[in-house]
């Protein structure tokens, strides 16, 4: 991947208001040029504002954008170098394939055989040679999408906004278009901007997510750092599953932390958090980095949980719920506080899964670089 | 194909009272038109009885020179009136799904007011109306004709904009975006996008526009001139005397040009692309 330093966007403290309702709230980031970026957030917190202000669809109230170091503040969308992949593709249906995408080059007056020449390059690109003449009703969601894509990759703009790509396609064709996306932007070396609100999307295409909530950046940050440091309890919870427990941070020190929930029981880190001493801070749990045992193995529980010491890291409970999905079984567990905490287990062999039951009283444990110390 | 007696509980095409219904229903509608034009062709100056054969009533009512002249002028009329209703109306529909502005509903509202209005209440207005601004009646042809079209213009131009309303309700906004940002300016998203996308709309408006417009008789009948006969208005006084089978013959003409050009229109936009606007 080509990742140039500059910033192919700045997004300058733009807000976008409609009446009483902000949609986007001061929000200033950076897209570099060559970056697959994605807005990540759930529906109606202005990631699809921000989107169309940055295609010229929407004025922001206040704030700047600027692409490729002009300001594109009072520049329609027809003048922008950059195009859109709309969420209903927006195939114009009276046109067939061929016209549809050489539409844009028709316009700006390019010459035939350049077109043509364009056109058959960008089908190619898609993987939608063969299908010239056909019209988009007799095509699937799945090759209209190509259709736009080639569309507008056609025009080779500097920055391709994608809005909601995947939502309209069914689970398979969508896992098998997210790595296409990410093997296209990887070809074509253009910057692709997308957005949307299914988090495994965002982490197996995008290069840095900025998770939108409410208008603000929740956080922004490569996929990896989204899932295992999350910024805040909002980001924790909307990436991936988590369990999550109110606490008091009673140790803090360069190497090591400590703190208590009630409702878990002490946790122990191997690294500072640099919060407030005795301060409210909440405990986030990934249900994969928690291991389950038959209790008694005590041995094997300390065997694992070495890194803290006694009495951390560990925890009882019952087997309330169960439910196998193949590749992993995922256990709600009461503890003994009352509190429910997720746990998933993979099946590494064909009979794991038949290893607890519900009403099962269980020992836990995680390790030390585990749990995740949220401040706010 | 294999054969089945029994009638499921849904076939309601096999049942017999469902066929009779549609039966007695396409007679209901259809007869006096074929007796009309069965008539035309009839030997006989009275229309009672059949008398043979004939086809001397056609020759007549085309060397009728007023009735040729009636015709002539309804169809001017018709054609003026629906291409500028089909612009007005177009036009109006665009504004009114487009923008939001102050005293929308009002203006919706009064935009449909022709079509609800008892037709006799606008003929008496356009006989004031015109009278009032001293509208000149003696102006030469075509232009003796303005103030009928612009009677006519008033009542079709709403259906057209009904029409093409309810068609711009399913377009997708984001066809004219993506045209737009492709490169196009307002005017080629319009005509590229929008435009293909009201067309079926737009050639329905038309068919009922000129519809309309031929065979209106009460509105024309307050805003025609004695130079300004349209072909209703000419049979209605030629019904006063007798009704001929030449009134007869003419009709005919009248309603094979209507199907006549129903069906080009049909066949030109598709039925499907018509059926998709209601």
């Known amino acids: 991947m080509t990742e140039g330093k500059q910033p192919i966007i700045e997004i300058r403290n733009v807000s976008k208001r409609f009446g009483k309702v902000t949609a986007v709230d001061n929000i200033s980031l950076d897209i570099r040029a060559g970056e697959f970026f994605v807005l990540l957030g759930p529906s109606g917190c202005g990631k699809t504002t921000l989107l169309r202000m940055i295609a010229g669809f929407e004025m922001p109230t206040e704030g700047q954008i600027i692409i490729d170091g002009q300001d594109m503040s009072l520049v329609p969308p027809n003048k922008r170098p950059v195009n859109m992949v709309f969420q209903s593709y927006a195939v114009f249906p009276h046109m067939n394939v061929t016209d549809n995408v050489g539409y844009g080059l028709r316009i700006s007056g390019i010459s035939k055989a350049e077109t043509r020449d364009r056109v058959a390059e960008a089908l190619e690109l898609v993987k939608l040679g063969g299908f010239e003449d056909r019209m988009p009703d007799q095509m699937s969601g799945g090759q209209r999408q190509r259709v736009a894509l080639a569309r507008s990759l056609v025009m080779r703009p500097k920055v391709l906004l994608l809005d909601e790509p995947l939502s309209a396609l069914d689970a398979k064709l969508r896992a098998q278009m997210q ?42 940050a490569p996929p990896s750092d989204l899932y295992e440091y ?45 919060g407030p001493h005795g301060a409210n801070v909440w405990i986030a749990l990934r249900p994969e980095k928690i291991y389950l045992h038959v209790p008694g193995e005590g041995k094997a529980v300390r065997a694992a949980a070495q890194d803290a010491p006694d009495g951390h890291n560990l925890a009882r409970g019952t087997i309330k719920g169960m439910s196998y999905l193949g590749d992993v079984t995922l256990y709600d567990i009461q503890l003994e506080g009352g509190h429910i905490i997720r746990v998933s287990r993979p099946n590494l062999s064909r009979h794991d899964q038949e290893d607890f039951t519900w009403d099962d009283k269980v020992s836990m444990h995680w390790r030390a670089d585990s749990p995740v110390v949220l401040l706010s | 194909m294999f054969n089945r007696t029994a009638i499921a509980p849904l076939e309601y095409t096999r049942k017999l009272w469902m066929r009779s219904w549609v039966g007695l229903t396409m007679l209901f509608l259809y007869a006096p038109l074929v007796v009309l034009m069965i008539f035309s062709f009839n030997d006989s100056k009275r229309n009672v009885v059949w008398k043979g054969f004939t086809l001397k009533y056609y020759e007549k009512a085309l060397n009728n020179d007023s009735l040729v002249e009636a015709m002539v ?29 102050p005293f929308k509903g009002l203006v919706e509202g009064t935009m449909s007011l022709p079509i609800i209005v008892p037709e006799i209440c606008l003929g008496v207005a356009f006989l004031i109306f015109f009278a009032k601004l001293d509208w ?79 065979d209106d008789f009460v509105i024309t009948f307050f805003t025609s001139g004695p130079d300004t006969i349209t072909f209703p208005v000419k049979v209605y006084s030629m019904v006063r005397f007798s009704v001929t089978p030449e009134v007869n013959a003419a009709s005919t003409i009248l309603i094979i040009l209507t199907v006549a050009l129903t069906f080009i229109a049909l066949k030109y936009q598709g039925v499907k692309g018509i059926a998709e606007t209601h």
Request: include cysteine.
């Open chain 1, 179 to 220: 790595f296409e996306l990410a093997d296209l932007q990887d070809k074509v070396g253009i910057t692709f901007v997308t957005v949307t609100h299914d988090q495994d999307e965002a982490l197996s295409m995008a290069s840095r997510v900025a998770v939108i909530n409410k208008g603000e950046v929740a956080q922004l």
């Open chain 1, 230 to 274: 999350p910024a805040n309890r909002f980001v924790a919870d909307f990436v991936g599953s988590v369990n999550i427990f109110e606490g008091r941070l009673t140790l803090d020190e360069p190497d090591k932390a400590a703190v208590n929930c009630p409702g878990l029981g002490k946790i122990y880190l191997n690294h500072g958090v640099t």
């Open chain 2, 73 to 101: 002028n309804s169809l001017t009329i018709a054609f003026l009136a629906t291409i500028i209703s089909l612009v007005i109306g177009a036009l109006a529909a665009v504004m009114l799904w487009r923008f939001r502005f």
């Open chain 2, 136 to 214: 000149p009646t003696d102006l030469a042809w075509p232009l003796n004709l303005s103030a009928i079209t612009i009677a006519h213009i008033t009542f079709c131009f709403p259906f057209v904009a009904m029409v093409v309303r309810a068609r711009l309700a399913s377009f997708n906004r984001e066809e004219e975006e993506a045209a737009k940002d492709l490169g196009a300016t307002e005017w080629q998203a319009f005509r590229d996008v929008l435009l293909p996308h009201i067309k079926p709309s737009l050639v329905a408006g038309a068919l009922l526009a000129f519809t309309l417009s031929l």
